[in-house]
T-cell receptor, first 114, second 114 residues
Framework: NAGVTQTPKFRVLKTGQSMTLLCAQDMNHEYMYWYRQDPGMGLRLIHYSVGEGTTAKGEVPDGYNVSRLKKQNFLLGLESAAPSQTSVYFC?????????????FGPGTRLTVL | AQSVTQLGSHVSVSEGALVLLRCNYS??????LFWYVQYPNQGLQLLLK??????LVKGINGFEAEFKKSETSFHLTKPSAHMSDAAEYFCAVSDQTGANNLFFGTGTRLTVIP
């Protein structure tokens, strides 16, 4: 049982490049989330999903797209990376949403956009 | 919208001393409240949460927090600090609009001095 895993762990991009971050969970959770963590800002929700085939916008969705084609995977895409997207990205999952259920976090992906 | 204020971005305590990390929230209705811990290069881990019922909540690793509605506070305490408690701590408050979102504070880095 690996929990929540994220790929890659580190990445450096040039402005305008694209990339996809992969989040995988093996706990059969319905809900999955993508956050970004910036110094002095805490974590902010980018997008989330309440089940396979569904996605919804969080607090800071601009510049990102997501897909949940399989229940266990939640992909975060950057179509044209900008320096403002330099951040640490965390994926999380849980079964019933945050109201009644603990979120389990992955180890993070550190992204630098030059 | 809900917000969370964590007083003190850095807190240092001696090993064996009381740990007190402060969290105040703004919300028009009683929220759900959470404390998460983040060890270096790891994802967030839930310490404890308050939803309803008893206002003194006990969590893992000897931590506890008390929900005080009159003071809109949810401070985290531990009677005796261990070296292993050195980490970053985040307070979070639930989104009362019904969306699946948590609003995180900016974090408090705890240093434990031997």
């Amino acid at each position: 049982n690996a929990g929540v895993t994220q790929t890659p762990k580190f990445r450096v991009l040039k402005t305008g490049q694209s990339m996809t971050l992969l989040c995988a969970q093996d706990m059969n959770h319905e809900y999955m989330y993508w956050y970004r963590q910036d110094p002095g800002m805490g974590l902010r929700l980018i997008h989330y999903s309440v089940g396979e085939g569904t996605t919804a916008k969080g607090e800071v969705p601009d510049g990102y797209n997501v897909s949940r084609l399989k229940k266990q995977n939640f992909l975060l895409g950057l179509e044209s990376a900008a320096p403002s997207q330099t951040s640490v990205y965390f994926c999380a999952s849980n079964q019933q949403g945050w109201r009644t259920d603990t979120q389990y976090f992955g180890p993070g992906t550190r992204l630098t956009v030059l | 919208a809900q917000s969370v204020t964590q007083l003190g971005s850095h807190v240092s305590v001696s090993e064996g001393a009381l740990v007190l990390l402060r969290c105040n929230y703004s919300s028009s209705v009683p929220p759900y409240l959470f404390w998460y811990v983040q060890y270096p290069n790891q994802g967030l881990q839930l310490l404890l949460k308050y939803t309803t019922g008893a206002t003194l909540v006990k969590g893992i690793n000897g931590f506890e927090a008390e929900f005080k509605k009159s003071e809109t506070s949810f401070h985290l305490t531990k009677p005796s600090a261990h070296m292993s408690d050195a980490a970053e701590y985040f307070c979070a408050v639930s989104d009362q609009t019904g969306a699946n979102n948590l609003f995180f504070g900016t974090g408090t880095r705890l240093t434990v001095i031997p």
